[in-house]
C-alpha cells in the first residue's frame, strides 16, 4: 500500500515538473509588446479649392522611428490608408474639395502583435479658409450689388456689396461652378448714376457663369452719370438770370450734343470704360460749351469753356454780356434831346427805353452782336447800326425841328444873297421913290408905243 502511494507521488511530481518547463517554455516564446506613439503634425490652415498635406510620425515610447508601417486616416468620416517611410512619416495629399470650417482629422495605428508593437491613435482639425471673391468696380463705386448663385438645383444666392474702397468682397465655401450677376443699381443713391459696361475678361454681359477653385480677383466697369446744372454768369461774374437765356448747348468730347433749356440739372456721362494691358481703366469725357443763346446771339466763344461731369457738377459759364450808355444831342447846339430809344435787338425785336432825368441811358447784359438804335424825341433822328463787342459809349444825334428852322433860314439867306451879289440895282425895287418922275417926250421913241 506504501508503495503504490509513492508511486503515485513520484507521478505526480514528474507530471508538475513538466507543466513547470512546458509554462517556462511558452513564456520564453511570447514576444515583448512595446507602446507606440502616433503625433499628427499640426496642419497649416489652407483656403477653399487648395490641396493640403497632412502628415503624422510613429514611433516607440522611447522615440524610435517606426518605418514601413500602415496607418490609417480618418477625414470627415472618410478612411485612407498610408505608409510610414524611412523617417517613419507618413503622409497624406488632401485635394481642393473640401468645404470651409473645421473638419476632424484622426490617425490610427492598429498595432502589429507579431512585431510586439502596440496599437496607437491621435487626433487634431484641419482648418479650411473661405475662399474670397473680390470684384473691383471701375471707377470706384460704393454701394454697387452682386447677386452669387452656387450652379447646383436648389442653391440659395448670396449677395453683397461694394464698399468705400469700391470693392465688394465675400466668401465661398466650396470650390465649384457659380454665376455672377450684377444687379441694377440703387437710383437711391444720390448724385451718381452707373449702369454696367463689361468685365474685365471680355464678358459684356451682367450675369456670368464662372468657376472659383480659390480666390479670386474681378474687375467689372460701369457707365457713370452725374447731375449737371449751368449757372450763368457775366464778364464780372455776376449771375444772370436763366429766363434771359434761349438755350445752352454743351458738346462731349465722345460727339455726343446736349442742350439745357433751364437751369435745371440733365444727367450727363462722365466716364466710359476701356480696356488696358494692367486691367479696366475709366476714360474721363470732357464737356465743351458749344453755345449760349441770349436774344439771339450766341454770347460764347465756342469750345472755350470746358468741364469734366465727374469733378464738378455745377458749371459756371460766363456769358459774354456788355452794357451801352446812350445819350442824344441835338445835332447842331448840342442840347440834350429825345426822351429815350428805339433799340432794335440781334434777334429781331424792338424795345423802347426812356431817358433818366440827365438824359443818359444805361443798358446792361446786352449780348454781343449787331444791334440797331433810334432815337425817339422832337425832330429827325436815324435808326443806326451799332455793332457790340465790348462796353460802349454812344451819343447819338437828332435833327430837332430848331435845327431844321435854322438851316431853312440860313439856306434862305444865303440864296438871296446870292440873287444879289453882283445886281445891285436889283436892290432899288426896295427903295421908296425920293420925288415926281418927269418924261421928256423926246426921249420916248416910237417903238415904245
Same mark, same amino acid.
Given at each position: 500500500?506504501?508503495? #503504490?502511494?509513492?508511486?503515485?507521488?513520484?507521478?505526480?511530481?514528474?507530471?508538475?515538473?513538466?507543466?513547470?518547463?512546458?509554462?517556462?517554455?511558452?513564456?520564453?516564446? &511570447?514576444?515583448?509588446?512595446?507602446?507606440?506613439?502616433?503625433?499628427?503634425?499640426?496642419?497649416?490652415?489652407? @483656403?477653399?479649392?487648395?490641396?493640403? !498635406?497632412?502628415?503624422?510620425?510613429?514611433?516607440?515610447?522611447?522615440?524610435?522611428?517606426? $518605418?514601413?508601417?500602415?496607418?490609417?486616416?480618418?477625414?470627415?468620416?472618410?478612411?485612407?490608408? *498610408?505608409?510610414?517611410?524611412?523617417?517613419? @512619416?507618413?503622409?497624406?495629399? %488632401?485635394?481642393?474639395?473640401?468645404?470651409?470650417?473645421?473638419?476632424?482629422?484622426?490617425?490610427?495605428?492598429?498595432?502589429?502583435?507579431?512585431?510586439?508593437?502596440?496599437?496607437?491613435?491621435?487626433?487634431?482639425?484641419?482648418?479650411?479658409?473661405?475662399?474670397?471673391?473680390?470684384? &473691383?468696380?471701375?471707377?470706384?463705386?460704393?454701394?454697387?450689388?452682386?447677386?452669387?448663385?452656387?450652379?447646383?438645383?436648389?442653391?440659395?444666392?448670396?449677395?453683397?456689396?461694394?464698399?468705400?474702397?469700391?470693392?465688394?468682397? %465675400?466668401?465661398?465655401?466650396? *470650390?465649384?461652378?457659380?454665376?455672377?450677376?450684377?444687379?441694377?443699381? =440703387? =437710383?437711391?443713391?444720390?448724385?451718381?448714376?452707373?449702369?454696367?459696361?463689361?468685365?474685365?475678361?471680355?464678358?459684356?454681359?451682367?450675369?456670368?457663369?464662372?468657376?472659383? @477653385?480659390?480666390?479670386?480677383?474681378?474687375?467689372?466697369?460701369?457707365?457713370?452719370?452725374?447731375?449737371?446744372?449751368?449757372?450763368?454768369?457775366?464778364?464780372?461774374?455776376?449771375?444772370?438770370?436763366?429766363?434771359?437765356?434761349?438755350?445752352?448747348?454743351?458738346?462731349?468730347?465722345?460727339?455726343?450734343?446736349?442742350?439745357?433749356?433751364?437751369?435745371?440739372?440733365?444727367?450727363? $456721362?462722365?466716364?466710359?470704360?476701356?480696356?488696358?494691358?494692367?486691367?479696366?481703366?475709366?476714360?474721363?469725357?470732357?464737356?465743351?460749351?458749344?453755345?449760349?443763346?441770349?436774344?439771339?446771339?450766341?454770347?460764347?466763344?465756342?469750345?472755350?469753356?470746358?468741364?469734366?461731369?465727374?469733378? #464738378?457738377?455745377?458749371?459756371?459759364?460766363?456769358?459774354?454780356?456788355?452794357?451801352?450808355?446812350?445819350?442824344?444831342?441835338?445835332?447842331?447846339?448840342?442840347?440834350?434831346?429825345?426822351?429815350?430809344?428805339?433799340?432794335?435787338?440781334?434777334?429781331?425785336?424792338?424795345?423802347?427805353?426812356?431817358?433818366?432825368?440827365?438824359?443818359?441811358? !444805361?443798358?446792361?447784359?446786352?449780348?454781343?452782336? @449787331?444791334?440797331?438804335?433810334?432815337? =425817339?424825341?422832337?425832330?429827325?433822328?436815324?435808326?443806326?447800326?451799332?455793332?457790340?463787342?465790348? =462796353?460802349? &459809349?454812344?451819343?447819338?444825334?437828332?435833327?430837332?425841328?430848331?435845327?431844321?428852322?435854322?438851316?431853312?433860314?440860313?439856306?434862305?439867306?444865303?440864296?438871296?444873297? +446870292?440873287?444879289?451879289?453882283?445886281?445891285?440895282?436889283?436892290?432899288?425895287?426896295?427903295?421908296?421913290?425920293?420925288?415926281?418922275?418927269? +418924261?421928256?417926250?423926246?426921249?420916248?421913241?416910237? &417903238?415904245?408905243?
Amino acid at each position: 500500500m506504501m508503495r #503504490n502511494l509513492f508511486r503515485w507521488a513520484v507521478i505526480a511530481a514528474l507530471f508538475a515538473s513538466l507543466g513547470v518547463a512546458l509554462g517556462s517554455v511558452a513564456r520564453a516564446e &511570447e514576444p515583448v509588446v512595446v507602446d507606440t506613439v502616433l503625433t499628427i503634425v499640426e496642419p497649416e490652415p489652407v @483656403t477653399v479649392g487648395e490641396a493640403v !498635406t497632412v502628415a503624422a510620425r510613429l514611433t516607440t515610447a522611447s522615440g524610435q522611428g517606426i $518605418p514601413n508601417v500602415g496607418v490609417e486616416f480618418y477625414l470627415d468620416g472618410q478612411w485612407r490608408r *498610408a505608409l510610414t517611410d524611412t523617417t517613419a @512619416t507618413v503622409t497624406l495629399r %488632401i485635394s481642393g474639395d473640401l468645404s470651409a470650417g473645421y473638419h476632424p482629422l484622426s490617425a490610427v495605428f492598429n498595432g502589429i502583435a507579431s512585431r510586439g508593437l502596440a496599437p496607437a491613435t491621435a487626433s487634431s482639425q484641419l482648418r479650411i479658409n473661405p475662399a474670397v471673391l473680390e470684384v &473691383e468696380t471701375v471707377p470706384a463705386l460704393s454701394g454697387a450689388r452682386f447677386l452669387i448663385v452656387p450652379a447646383a438645383p436648389d442653391a440659395e444666392f448670396s449677395t453683397f456689396v461694394s464698399g468705400q474702397d469700391g470693392i465688394g468682397r %465675400i466668401g465661398i465655401d466650396r *470650390a465649384g461652378s457659380y454665376r455672377l450677376g450684377v444687379l441694377p443699381w =440703387d =437710383d437711391s443713391q444720390a448724385g451718381v448714376r452707373a449702369a454696367f459696361a463689361r468685365w474685365s475678361d471680355d464678358v459684356f454681359f451682367p450675369s456670368r457663369e464662372m468657376k472659383i @477653385t480659390s480666390s479670386v480677383r474681378l474687375q467689372v466697369g460701369f457707365d457713370v452719370s452725374y447731375p449737371v446744372g449751368l449757372r450763368l454768369v457775366d464778364l464780372a461774374g455776376r449771375p444772370v438770370d436763366w429766363q434771359e437765356a434761349t438755350s445752352a448747348t454743351v458738346t462731349s468730347s465722345t460727339g455726343a450734343h446736349e442742350t439745357f433749356l433751364n437751369s435745371e440739372p440733365k444727367w450727363l $456721362p462722365g466716364g466710359r470704360v476701356v480696356r488696358r494691358s494692367s486691367g479696366l481703366e475709366e476714360t474721363k469725357i470732357l464737356y465743351s460749351v458749344e453755345s449760349v443763346t441770349v436774344r439771339g446771339s450766341n454770347v460764347v466763344n465756342s469750345k472755350q469753356q470746358r468741364f469734366y461731369p465727374s469733378e #464738378n457738377q455745377e458749371w459756371q459759364v460766363q456769358l459774354s454780356l456788355y452794357s451801352a450808355r446812350f445819350t442824344a444831342r441835338d445835332a447842331l447846339f448840342r442840347f440834350p434831346i429825345g426822351s429815350g430809344i428805339r433799340l432794335q435787338y440781334p434777334d429781331g425785336h424792338s424795345e423802347r427805353l426812356s431817358f433818366d432825368s440827365k438824359g443818359a441811358l !444805361t443798358v446792361t447784359s446786352l449780348p454781343r452782336g @449787331t444791334y440797331r438804335v433810334k432815337v =425817339d424825341g422832337p425832330g429827325i433822328s436815324f435808326s443806326r447800326p451799332v455793332v457790340l463787342s465790348r =462796353d460802349q &459809349e454812344m451819343q447819338l444825334e437828332v435833327i430837332s425841328y430848331l435845327d431844321v428852322t435854322v438851316v431853312l433860314a440860313l439856306v434862305a439867306s444865303l440864296a438871296l444873297g +446870292l440873287l444879289f451879289i453882283g445886281r445891285p440895282y436889283l436892290l432899288s425895287i426896295f427903295r421908296p421913290p425920293t420925288g415926281p418922275v418927269k +418924261l421928256d417926250r423926246r426921249s420916248v421913241r416910237p &417903238e415904245d408905243h
